[in-house]
């Protein structure tokens, strides 16, 4: 079973790619409705692909697991487009308002709820990736 490593490394990614790797200007400006704000969303969604692909790869590769590489283009692809959608921010400020969460998103549950987002994508993206 691949699931298991594929998520385990997609995850190791999410977490380089979102916090260390993330500029403050890309921080700051993902969500601008601008010329500038996509170019700081896409440039992060990107780094969360390269991230990804990377330690796909190298993981895939000292664990010696059988990866479909289709099915994992597929999969950082579905990365990269969900983790540009989430972080426009107007998705997980929808669903809060949607859920009846205007206190959760007050006291910072934004934050918590971004995440579950990105997580939830990587965990569809190593089940798919696991499956093929």
Not at 39 to 55: D, P
Request: glycine share 6%; net charge negative; charged share 10%.
């Amino acid at each position: 079973m691949t699931f298991a490593p594929c998520f385990i490394l997609l995850y190791v990614a999410h977490l380089l790619a979102d916090y260390p790797l993330q500029t403050d200007h890309q921080a700051e400006h993902k969500d601008d409705q601008s010329t500038a704000g996509w170019k700081a969303n896409l440039a992060h969604a990107g780094t969360h692909f390269l991230a990804s692909a990377t330690l796909l790869a190298v993981g895939a590769a000292i664990l010696d697991l059988n990866i479909g590489w289709t099915a994992a283009a597929a999969g950082l692809i579905w990365i990269g487009a969900t983790h540009s959608l989430i972080d426009r921010r107007w998705p997980i400020q929808w669903w809060m308002r949607h859920t009846k969460q205007p206190q959760f998103a007050e006291h910072g549950g934004a934050a918590h709820v971004d995440q579950t987002a990105h997580i939830t994508a990587i965990a569809i993206a190593a089940f798919g990736i696991a499956a093929a």
